[in-house]
C-alpha cells in the first residue's frame, strides 16, 4: 500500500509558476513509477506527466511538454511537478498516482491517488 499526499496547489495569474509536491509513505517509494493527472470541471481525468522509478524517463502531455517538469527526490520520498508559464486552461485539480511498472497514460493504469490540489489560474 502506498499513501499519497499532494500539496502546493493555489492561485495564480496566467504566466505564473507553482510547484506541485507529492508525498508518499507506505511501501517502497522507489518502486514505483509515478504520474501525475489532472481533472478540471465537467471533464475527464487526463493525463499531464510520468516519471520512472529511478528518475531516467519522463513524458508528458502535448498539452504541458515545455511547460511542465516532473521529477522525483528518492531521499524524501517525494515527486515534484513544476508548472511554468501557466494558463487558465491549466486550472484543474491535480492528482499524483502511483503504479509498479513505468508507462502509460490512462488513469485506470495507476493503483494509487492522492486526494488532489486545487490549481486555479486567472488571467
Known amino acids: 500500500q502506498v499513501q499519497l499526499v499532494e500539496s502546493g496547489g493555489g492561485l495564480v495569474q496566467a504566466g505564473g509558476s507553482l510547484r506541485l509536491s507529492c508525498a508518499a509513505s507506505?511501501?517502497?517509494?522507489?518502486?514505483?513509477?509515478m504520474g501525475w493527472f489532472r481533472q478540471a470541471p465537467g471533464k475527464e481525468r487526463e493525463f499531464v506527466a510520468r516519471?520512472?522509478?529511478?528518475?531516467?524517463?519522463?513524458y508528458y502531455a502535448d498539452s504541458v511538454k515545455g511547460r511542465f517538469t516532473i521529477s522525483r527526490d528518492k531521499a524524501k520520498n517525494t515527486v515534484y511537478l513544476q508548472m511554468d508559464s501557466l494558463k487558465p486552461e491549466d486550472t484543474a485539480v491535480y492528482y499524483c498516482?502511483?503504479?509498479?511498472?513505468?508507462?502509460?497514460?490512462?488513469?485506470?493504469?495507476?493503483?494509487?491517488w492522492g486526494q488532489g490540489t486545487q490549481v486555479t489560474v486567472f488571467s
Open positions: 498516482a502511483a503504479r509498479q511498472y513505468y508507462g502509460g497514460t490512462g488513469a485506470q493504469m495507476y493503483d494509487y
Open positions: 507506505g511501501r517502497t517509494f522507489s518502486d514505483y513509477a
Open positions: 516519471i520512472s522509478w529511478n528518475g531516467g524517463s519522463t
